[in-house]
């Protein structure tokens, strides 16, 4: 690969097609780690993230002070937004998926061939995996970290808002590695390559063999459309949850309170909650009261604003709508039939909630609902890696080829097939 000059000077510079050979290079040798040897690297990699703690923040600033000139949304705000606690608690989860089972090398199947050669289907990581996320620097860390542990190496590209906090992760994260002899190779960044960096991520065939998208709707369907590489799906959230006649008024209030106003600008916030009618009287005024407890916009239909009255009138646009914000939209169905259909028709796939003391009715909205993840009587915010006891997630895919749902170790390996003989040939 080439590289090229900086004017006036003889010292080399990297280009992006450098760095990913760097990167398939790093490969080889993470594939070779042992168990051991990943989870020290990992609990370097989160001493160096506490140790440039001042740094971070430093960096943090600045991309929150220019990105509010810029008129990002108070969500993407808050993504974006690092401090000493969410500091502490990457480092944390670096911590936790070091300690978790190494995937590598697990025995997916297996058995004795009738010639008399053993076979087994056995964990490989993929390699170099790809990732091109938005004001996300919690992502720069998890991703790193899964695929290290996973035995992958990884080149990033978090995009513009989080650039100095994502240069600032890296350098701890890589020096950290040089330190424990991995390599620092294992973890890059393109950021500063632009959009020409996510393209030879996107175009890295051959260098690149999977790429992940985490980011608004249209990052994702421009990766997707554009790559010539794998492509693990993940999705935005427009998520719902569902209040039949059954369900109690507390389960039902603290509930949508909670998968809403928690977190609100993350993929896993309630947007639409879906209300039976027989429930509609009951239950609308309590909701819609504890939600305006805590600022929360309401788009209601007819019904709702009859019942709560003060509620902004709910459009089309408002049931296909990821508010990462503090609003929702509610909507009076007739039964549980028509609550199912309206999320066949709006759902991203990400992830649906019932609340409901019908056994028969919880039974069968996991059954048939076709999303990642579907709950009965539970926030929509237990829809995380973490919450899930993966340490961290890759991102939430809405896909269904490979990987569905919170993304950890397993789904950050591929697998290959080990024939150990004595002589057979086949007849």
């Given at each position: ?197 996510a393209k030879a991520l996107m175009h890295g065939r051959g260098f690149v063999d999977v790429l992940v998208p985490r980011g608004s709707a249209g990052l994702i369907e421009t990766v997707v459309t554009e790559s010539t590489v794998p492509v693990i799906e993940t999705g935005a959230g427009v998520v ?62 007819e019904t709702v604003r009859a019942l709560a009255g003060d509620v902004v009138p709910a459009t089309e646009e408002d049931w296909a709508t990821e508010y990462l914000a503090l609003e929702i939209a509610i909507r009076v169905v007739d039964t549980l039939d028509d609550a199912m259909a309206h999320i ?30 579907v709950m009965a009587n539970a926030s929509t915010r237990f829809s995380d890696g973490g919450e899930f006891g993966f340490g961290a997630e890759l991102g939430i895919s809405t896909q269904k080829l490979h990987a569905r749902g919170p993304m950890g170790l397993a789904e950050l390996t591929s697998t ?12």
């Amino acid at each position: 690969m080439s590289q090229t000059l900086v004017p006036g000077s003889t010292a080399p510079v990297d280009t992006v097609q450098d760095r990913l050979v760097r990167a398939k290079e790093a490969a080889r040798h993470t594939a070779r780690l042992t168990s051991d040897e990943k989870a020290a690297a990992l609990h370097a990699m989160a001493d160096g993230l506490l140790a440039a703690q001042d740094r971070i923040l430093a960096a943090n600033a600045a991309d929150l002070e220019r990105s509010r000139d810029e008129g990002l949304t108070e969500g993407l705000l808050d993504r974006l937004a690092l401090d000493e606690r969410r500091i502490a608690a990457l480092a944390s989860a670096v911590r936790e998926i070091a300690a978790l089972p190494d995937p590598i090398g697990q025995v997916v199947r297996g058995h004795r061939m009738p010639a008399g050669a053993a076979l087994e289907e056995v964990r490989v990581p993929f390699g170099v995996v790809g990732a091109i996320y938005e004001a996300r620097p919690n992502v720069t860390v998890d991703i790193a970290a899964l695929a290290l542990r996973s035995g992958n190496a990884v080149v990033l590209r978090g995009g513009s808002a989080a650039r100095e906090s994502n240069t600032a992760l890296i350098d701890a994260m890589r020096g950290a590695l040089a330190a424990a002899g991995v390599g620092a190779d294992a973890v890059q960044s393109v950021d500063d390559f632009g959009r020409e960096g996510a393209k030879a991520l996107m175009h890295g065939r051959g260098f690149v063999d999977v790429l992940v998208p985490r980011g608004s709707a249209g990052l994702i369907e421009t990766v997707v459309t554009e790559s010539t590489v794998p492509v693990i799906e993940t999705g935005a959230g427009v998520v719902h949850i569902v209040l039949d006649e059954s369900a109690p008024e507390d389960w039902a209030r603290d509930i949508v309170v909670n998968a809403k106003v928690q977190r609100p600008s993350v993929c896993n916030a309630v947007e639409t909650v879906l209300v039976l009618r027989q429930a509609a009287e009951r239950l609308v005024p309590v909701v819609v009261a504890a939600l305006r407890e805590h600022g929360v916009t309401i788009h209601g239909d007819e019904t709702v604003r009859a019942l709560a009255g003060d509620v902004v009138p709910a459009t089309e646009e408002d049931w296909a709508t990821e508010y990462l914000a503090l609003e929702i939209a509610i909507r009076v169905v007739d039964t549980l039939d028509d609550a199912m259909a309206h999320i066949r028709r709006y759902s991203t796939g990400h992830t649906e909630s019932i609340i409901t003391t019908d056994q028969r009715n919880a039974e069968r909205f996991l059954r048939e609902v076709d999303s990642a993840v579907v709950m009965a009587n539970a926030s929509t915010r237990f829809s995380d890696g973490g919450e899930f006891g993966f340490g961290a997630e890759l991102g939430i895919s809405t896909q269904k080829l490979h990987a569905r749902g919170p993304m950890g170790l397993a789904e950050l390996t591929s697998t290959k097939w080990l024939v150990r003989g004595a002589g057979q040939v086949r007849a």
